[in-house]
């Protein structure tokens, strides 16, 4: 069901399709036999190319590098409280469940996750490569409440699992562990807790003969920012260059890795120290591929952007990249669906101060299953939550004390300020810009579009 609003310019609201890429580059105008012939178009965007091909994965081994100063490898852990303002290692962190984080490293061996009967709370963990792609789930959707034990294993492992354990491969040595436990409510929150202290992860061993070079050590105190990609200038190269030789690419990545090798990016290669023209078309490829990112992120006509292939890309570097900026480590959409809208109907960038109204009609809320729940979070423009008077960064569907109107209609008011209707549904925003991402976890509708956010000044 499309959601009510000023259409701006008279376009179709909704969400957007996300793009493919489309690189159109190189030289134009004639040529003689006295002068060199124009390069090929395709070798001109290969610089583009690479650092779009690495957002995704750079962004992972930082974050990873970030996170594994404080929690060892191949150890769980749990966030013992709902996420924050402080909460500023990975982008848009929801505040509906408690995260449980590990990272694994496969050539310890085969790691061994177990988790007790779950009953009716929503549950899940979320495996990732190093490329981003989720290659498994485990927990209420994909196999159920009762308690099991997954066995996650490295590349081409042929080893016996244990007695009950099914076996889930990992595509890369290296692997991010995401699991989420829903709190219905701050009176939920220790039996919330209490579920997660059942979770186990361990090592099985042994270490598997022949793996691949770790990724780097990390430098702890001083590791690039996952968010600041250019800053780090064709370094940057060097980096996603360790993680093509640390966990060997797709095969089906291999057409773009065989054009970027003439930019001296192959695994285990260091590319910010070639030629000095090698080196220049690196840094004005990252200028280009990181527009190019900016560019697809955008909702173009559309209010809201969805991620319609999250964690599955294939091929499609661009919508990985995108994904890495705006919701790193978002879910497959049949588990979690997700929205993000930055302008409102009038095709204005949402600010604090003009204040916006989210009205879903009676029969209009986000389709979810019964299992399954759906918020609408507050973000600044850096996709992180900003404090607020109220300490309230969500709302949705367990929201205490929301007031429906007269025809059953929900109104949530996005705004700076308090509104007239008072505080019970008011989502407070920060002064200029924000950013309002709509979860839908379980969704039942692929088809259902938010309404747009409606400006009151």
């Not at 280009?288 to 809201?304: E, H, K, L, P, S």
């Not at 978002?330 to 930055?342: I, K, T």
């Not at 505080?423 to 925003?429: D, E, F, I, R, V």
């Amino acid at each position: 069901m499309s959601g009510s609003g000023v259409r701006r310019g008279g376009r179709a609201g909704g969400v957007l399709v996300a793009a493919s890429v489309l690189l159109a580059a190189g030289l134009s105008g004639g040529c003689s036999t006295s002068a060199p012939s124009a390069p090929d178009p395709v070798d001109v965007a290969a610089d583009a190319d690479a650092y779009v091909y690495g957002a995704a994965p750079v962004t992972l081994a930082r974050t990873r590098a970030n996170m594994t100063c404080l929690l060892p490898v191949n150890e769980l852990f749990n966030q013992a409280q709902l996420s924050g303002p402080d909460s500023r290692t990975v982008v848009a962190p929801n505040v509906d469940t408690l995260y449980s984080i590990a990272w694994l490293d496969l050539r310890a061996g085969p790691v061994l996750l177990t988790h007790p009967d779950m009953g009716e709370r929503y549950f899940g963990f979320q495996f990732l490569d190093m490329y981003t792609n989720v290659f498994a789930n485990v927990g209420t959707r994909e196999t159920g409440p009762a308690a099991a034990a997954r066995l996650i294993a490295p590349p081409g492992w042929s080893g016996q699992a244990p007695p009950g354990a099914a076996v889930v491969e990992s595509p890369t040595w290296d692997a991010w562990m995401i699991g989420r436990t829903l709190v219905e409510s701050e009176a939920d929150l220790p039996a919330a807790r209490a579920a997660q202290q059942q979770y186990s992860m361990r090592v099985l061993g042994p270490a598997v003969a022949g793996a691949p070079p770790t990724l780097p050590p990390n430098d702890c105190g001083d590791n690039p920012a996952p968010q600041a990609l250019v800053a780090s200038g064709p370094e940057y190269f060097d980096e996603l260059s360790a993680i093509l030789a640390a966990n060997p690419p797709p095969p089906a990545d291999r057409p773009l890795l065989d054009r970027i090798a003439a930019l001296g990016v192959t695994a285990g290669a260091t590319p910010s120290g070639g030629s000095p023209e090698t080196v220049d078309a690196l840094a004005a490829g990252m200028t280009r591929g990181d527009r190019q990112i900016t560019a697809a992120t955008a909702t173009g006509d559309r209010v809201w952007r969805s991620l319609p292939d999250a964690g599955r890309y294939g091929t499609d570097y661009l919508q990985r990249a995108v994904v890495a900026r705006i919701g790193l480590g978002a879910n497959v959409p049949e588990e979690s669906a997700y929205a993000v809208a930055r302008e409102a109907s009038d095709g204005r960038p949402l600010r604090g101060e003009r204040g916006y109204r989210l009205h879903f009609p009676a029969d209009g809320l986000p389709p979810v299953d019964r299992r399954g729940f759906w918020s609408v979070t507050m973000y600044g423009p850096d996709m992180f939550l900003v404090p607020n008077v109220l300490g309230r960064y969500a709302i949705g569907d367990r929201t205490p004390g929301l007031t429906r109107n007269p025809d059953g209609s929900l109104d949530v008011w996005l705004a700076a300020a308090e509104p007239a209707t008072g505080t019970s549904n008011w989502l407070p925003a920060p002064e200029g810009e924000f950013v309002v991402m709509l979860r839908s976890y379980l969704p039942t509708d692929p088809s259902w579009t938010p309404p747009e956010p409606e400006p009151e000044g």
